[in-house]
C-alpha cells in the first residue's frame, strides 16, 4: 500500500507540474492579447511584466560565493571598498526579498549537526574558513552598522564560542509597506487536548499558561468554545517578527490577571505595521466530529507548513494520525511540536518520542526526524527544511516555558508562503479563490481569500462565479485589506479581503473564484475526469457513489458517473481514472489541481486530469 501510495503521490506531482506548465504558458499569452488592446497604458505595463518576468529567472550566481567576497573586502579593512560591500549586501538582500542568513567562521557538516553527532576534534565534519573570536566581533560590528546604512537591522541568531567559534546573523530590510510584508502561513493540526491553542496563545501573546488553559482563552471565537475548551472553528492568529528579529508581543509580560492577559492583545494592525515578517497560524480543530471544517482549513488556506502538535502524555493517537496523512497526501512539509513536557514522566516521554519518529521513518512518511535542541539547529533546518525531506521536532512546555525560543527562532527564518513561485505566478491572469465570506454595515459584501495568480488592486474590474447556473457577474473590487490594514494592490500568494460593488451577500459563497474582466469568459464545469487512489474503505465504491470533495478552496459532494475499473467496483488500495459529477452546482476547477474526497472517514486523493 506504501509503495502505491509514494508512486501515485509522484504521478499526481508530475501531473500538477505539468498541466501547471500549460497554464503558465496559455496565461501568458492572454495577457498578452490584452495589452495589444491597450496601446499606449499596455506599453509600460508590458515593460514592467516582462521586468517581473525576469527578476525570478536569474540564478543567484552562488550566494556562497557572495558572501565569502563581503568577508574578505571587509577583513582587507581598506575604506574605500565600504561602498562596494554596501552595495554587495543590498543586492544580497534584494535577491532573497529583504532577508539573508549570514553565517560567519567555521560551519559544522548539516548532516551530522542533524543526527547529533558533531565531534570539534574531526576536521571532516567542518568547513569553510576559521575565524578567531577577535575577527568575528570585528566582522559582527562591520556588517551591523553596513546594514544598517541600508536601513535594515541586523540580530545574532546564534553564536559558539570554543574550538570552531561561530555567528549566524539575520540580516533583514523592513518592508515598503504592508501590501508586502512577507508572510508565512502555518496549519496548526493535532488530535484534541494537544494543547494546539495553548502553544499558539503562548506563542502570540508572550504570556506564559498556568497549566489550566488560561493561555488559551484569548483564541477562541464562540462561548461553547470557551465552555468546553475545544476549538471548532478555523481560528486565525498572527505573530509579527520586528526587522530586528524579536517577535512583537502586547505589553502584559508581568500581569498575571487572566482577564488583563484576554484584553491586552494587539491589533493586527498594530502588528503589521511594526513587522518585517508575519507568521499566520492556521488555528484548526481536532476533534473528530469538526473533522471536515479541518480538511477545509488544509486545503483552502495554502499553507506553507503543517504543525503537528503532539501532547507528550498521549502520543500520536486518534486524529493527529489522520490530520499526518491528509498533510502528507496535501505534500505540506510537517514540523512535529511535542508537548506538555513538563508534566508528563520521562518513560512516557520517551515512548511517544519513539513512537513519532518511528512514524515519521514509516515507509508512508519516508521523513528524517531532527530533533531541535539548540538555535544553531533551529537557524539551519528552518532555511532548507521544506526541499529536503527533513522534519523538525521540537519539544516544548508552556507553562515553563521550555524550547519555546527554538520554536520562535525557527518560525522568524521560515521562508515566505508568497515567495513559492512555483505555486503562485505574479505574471498569469488573476484568479482569486474565495473562503470567507461577510457581510459588513456600511461596506458592504467582503470576500476573503488567497490570490492564486495575478495580481489585484483597488478599482479594478472583475468577475465573480460561478453561480449555480455557471455564470460570472461582473463586479468591482472597491477596497482591499491585509491582516485587517488598508491596502491597494495584492499579489500572488497574499492573503487579503476585498470589498466588492453591488454583490449580494447571498450570492456569493466559499469555493467561487474571483478573475479579471476579459473577451474570454471563464468556464465552469459540471463533470470531469480524474486519476484516484482509494486509501481506505471498508466496502466497495460502485457508480453513483456519492462523496464529499475538497479541492482548494472549493468543498461539495460529488457523484462517481463512470470509472475504468473492470469490474466496475473500487477497494481500499485500488486506482482508477474515475468520471465525477457535482451534485448542487458547478465549479470552476483546473486541470493538475489536487483533490480529496471523504465520505465519514473514507479517504481518497487524486488529481483532475480533464475538464468534460
Known sequence: MATSLRNFQNEIKQIHHRELAKQRVHGAEQIQKEQKHSQVKGKAKEDSLIELATVGTEEPRGEAEAEEKILEILLSKVPVNHDIVRDMLAALLTRNHGEYVLRLGAQPSKAKLFAGELDDDVAEYWNGIEQSEDTLNFLLQEITNTVEEIGGKTSLLFEARGKHPRKSLLLRLPPPSVSLTPEVRCAVVGNVDSGKSTTLGVLTRGVLDDGRGRARVSLFRHKHEIETGRTSSVGMEILGFAPSGAPILPETGSSNDPDVVRREKLGW??????????????????????????????????????????????????????????????????????????????????????????????????????????????????????????????????????????????????????????????????????????????????????????????????????????????????????????????????CVSCALKRVRRNTVRKGMVMVSKSEILPKATRQFQGQVLILYHNTTLQKNYQAMLHCGAIRQTVRIMDMDNPQGVLRTGDRATVTFEFISHPEFIKEGMKLLFREGKTKGLGVITKLL
Open 269 to 494: 494592525e498594530e502588528i503589521s505595521v511594526q513587522a518585517a515578517k508575519i507568521v499566520s497560524f492556521i488555528d484548526l480543530a481536532g476533534h473528530e466530529k469538526y473533522l471536515k471544517t479541518t480538511l477545509y482549513g488544509l486545503t483552502s488556506g495554502a499553507p506553507s507548513c503543517v504543525i503537528l502538535i503532539v501532547g507528550a502524555n498521549a502520543g500520536l493517537i486518534g486524529m493527529s494520525k489522520e490530520h499526518l496523512s491528509i498533510a502528507l497526501a496535501l505534500s505540506v512539509p510537517v514540523v512535529v511540536c511535542i508537548t506538555k513536557i513538563d508534566m508528563t514522566p520521562a518513560n512516557v516521554q520517551a515512548e511517544t518520542i519513539k513512537q513519532v519518529v518511528k512514524i515519521l521513518r514509516s515507509p508512508g512518511c519516508r521523513k528524517i526526524p531532527v530533533f531541535v535542541r539548540s538555535s544553531e539547529v533551529a537557524v539551519e533546518i528552518a532555511t532548507g527544511f521544506g526541499k529536503e525531506k527533513l522534519c523538525p521536532i521540537f519539544q516544548v512546555s508552556n507553562v515553563t516555558g521550555e524550547g519555546l525560543g527554538h520554536l520562535r527562532t525557527f518560525l522568524n527564518l521560515l521562508p515566505s508562503s508568497e515567495g513559492d513561485t512555483d505555486k503562485f505566478a505574479v505574471d498569469q491572469p488573476l484568479e482569486f479563490s474565495v473562503t470567507e465570506v461577510w457581510s459588513v454595515p456600511y461596506v458592504g459584501t467582503v470576500v476573503n481569500g488567497i490570490v492564486n495568480g495575478g495580481s489585484v488592486k483597488t478599482g479594478d474590474p472583475v468577475m465573480l462565479g460561478p453561480d449555480s447556473n455557471g455564470n460570472f457577474q461582473t463586479t468591482v473590487v472597491k477596497s482591499m485589506q491585509r491582516k485587517r490594514a488598508p491596502v491597494n494592490t495584492a499579489e500572488a500568494g497574499q
